[in-house]
């Protein structure tokens, strides 16, 4: 086992549409000085290019049903509009970074979803052990920061979409068999909420018990169960460290100074 | 001087937008062995989706006018749709390809071109020795082939449109200096043609006197015209070969075993 620490931060839609709070949250990532990956989606940039395209963005239980003009448009959206916006900024901060989308490298392959009760579309599902740690361990130790955006390949020449969640949660599995891994789940919330109402009901801790004690009472918003189940179903022991906190208080909360957040005990 | 062999090829619009014609490219792409980089632009499918988008496509000379709406449109088609088509399209034919933009890796930099007689808007004029050829040769040494789109940045978090011949020019200068570089401008045609209608008036030869007299007769195509002006005013003599020709026929070209396509003869 290396003891290179590594730390992914995993960066919300809502966040990435506001170009203030997205340069405020790329000059903090700018900041930290360990090794580093940053993950992202963008979702509503993407629905209001369909709704200007004429498609009708569909999702469901927070998952984007994707046909074929539809995975055209987040490819465009989220490996071309947001992600070389994501790469310009953070070279101006001072920060080398190269995105990626999984086909580049090779760096992650998935399978596209069978059609069940849900037909997902163009939804790739990650392929266990596909991460090519090889080649994100080269950028690493060449100091440079990958930035990985949700589209995927299946190896047969097609893109696929993936979760931005779904995928972060793997990519941090799969990182923390060789790297001391820590994963920040950063969006527009100061972390889970008691009440999404009361910014100041943050839950400091959460385990899989008090998770499940949670929904029974109902007292999760429907935007963080997606979020929470996928931690608690796929994240393994081996990463380090789980927070959900505000894009905001980044810096302070990967640097340890801070409480600020949801510790997520796995 | 190393003597590494290094082929870069220019992939023009045309051929991307024929599904067909752009696999068979590609999958003659990945047979050759020898370290190699693909530049491309896509502007047809870009004026797709900017029209589909109500934005009317601008040119001047063969050159794009960017405004910021269109920078949108052509950051998201060549950064995202088309280079990740690519990148997947290799991975199928067993290429090791990474998409980059300018701003990846700071691989080019670029500065927005002064408004003229003409404002071409968000137009990058790559910088002078800007070419990041330590992280070009770090993917190449590691059997990446970078695949590099037209899409650029300036080091203050803007990102700015160049043209795709320029930059594959651009890149070719810079790294004749330290590979033995050859370029190849790939196209529908099966070179640079005496009559544009007659695909067997391919002209074999064309140096600096000759393309001067073939202006004069006003023998040269509109759309030929731009390619060879900017070959002849910014390649230099490091650049140990330049070659237009016929996409389909590139690995023929690339490998020597034939004589078709136009010579530059710098």
């Known amino acids: 086992m290396a003891e290179n620490k ?7 839609g809502n966040v990435i549409d506001n170009n203030q709070e997205l340069e405020n949250f790329l000059e903090n990532i700018s900041k930290i000085s360990e090794d580093k990956i940053l993950i992202h989606g963008g979702g509503k940039i993407a629905n209001k290019y ?31 509009l947001i992600n070389k916006k994501i790469i310009a900024s953070l070279q101006k901060f001072g920060c080398d970074a190269v995105g990626l989308s999984g086909c580049d490298g090779d760096v992650i392959r998935t399978t596209k979803r069978k059609k069940e009760s849900i ?61 001391s ?14 009440n999404v109402n009361e910014n100041d009901s943050v839950i400091k801790n959460i385990n899989f018990a008090k998770y499940q004690r949670l929904i029974e009472e109902k007292k999760i918003d429907e935007g963080m169960l997606p979020k929470l189940k996928a931690a608690f179903e796929t994240l393994n022991s081996k990463v380090k460290k789980v927070v959900i906190c505000s894009a905001s208080d980044v810096f302070d909360v990967a640097e340890g100074l801070t409480t600020k957040g949801t510790v997520i005990e796995l």
Chains 1, 2 share one sequence.
């Open 181 to 194: 891994a820590e994963l920040y789940v950063c969006f527009e919330k100061p972390g889970v909420l008691e």
């Open 50 to 80: 369909l709704k200007k395209l004429g498609i009708e963005p569909r999702m469901h239980e927070g998952r984007r049903i994707t046909d074929e003009a539809t995975l055209e448009v987040v490819t465009m959206v989220y490996a071309g």
């Open 119 to 179: 037909d997902f579309g163009f939804v790739g599902d990650p392929d266990e052990k596909s991460v090519n740690a090889d080649f994100l361990s080269l950028l690493l130790s060449s100091r440079l920061t990958p930035v990985i955006n949700s589209i995927n390949h299946d190896g047969q020449g097609n893109l696929l979409n993936t979760n931005a969640d779904t995928l972060a949660y793997f990519v941090a599995n799969s990182l923390a068999e060789i790297y």
């Open 6 to 12: 590594l730390k992914i931060f995993k960066l919300g």
